[in-house]
C-alpha cells in the first residue's frame, strides 16, 4: 500500500522559514513534488525533483524554496525560506509511480505565514 506522509508545516512570521518532509512508502517512486492550495484558488505546482535530481520550480518560489530528495529514505524535502503571507496554504506531496507515472498524494500540511 502506498503512503505519502508530510511533516513540517505550521505558522511563521513573514520572512522565516519552514521545512517540509514527506516520507513514501510502498513502491518505488519516480519524480516526487510539492503542490500547494490556497483558499478559494486551484492546487498549483510549487517544485518538483526528478529521481536523478533534475528540479522545476513555479516562478513565484524561485530563489527563495529549495527541493530535494533522498531516494534512500524515499523522502522529499522542500526548504522554504523568505516566507510570504500569499505562500500560505496546504501544502501537498506528490510522487509518480516509477513505472505507471500513477499519482499518488499525501494528506496535505498546512503552512501559515503571517504579516
Known amino acids: 500500500q502506498v503512503r505519502l506522509v508530510e511533516s513540517g508545516g505550521g505558522l511563521v512570521q513573514a520572512g522565516g522559514s519552514l521545512r517540509l518532509s514527506c516520507v513514501a512508502s510502498g513502491s518505488i517512486f519516480g519524480t516526487m513534488g510539492w503542490y500547494r492550495q490556497a483558499p478559494g484558488k486551484q492546487r498549483e505546482l510549487v517544485a518538483n525533483i526528478s529521481r536523478g535530481g533534475s528540479t522545476n520550480y513555479a516562478d513565484s518560489v524561485k530563489g527563495r524554496f529549495t527541493i530535494s530528495r533522498d531516494n534512500a529514505k524515499k523522502t522529499v524535502y522542500l526548504q522554504m525560506n523568505s516566507l510570504k503571507p500569499e505562500d500560505t496554504a496546504v501544502y501537498y506531496c506528490?510522487?509518480?509511480?516509477?513505472?505507471?507515472?500513477?499519482?499518488?498524494w499525501g494528506q496535505g500540511t498546512q503552512v501559515s505565514v503571517s504579516s
Open positions: 506528490n510522487a509518480l509511480h516509477f513505472v505507471s507515472s500513477y499519482d499518488y
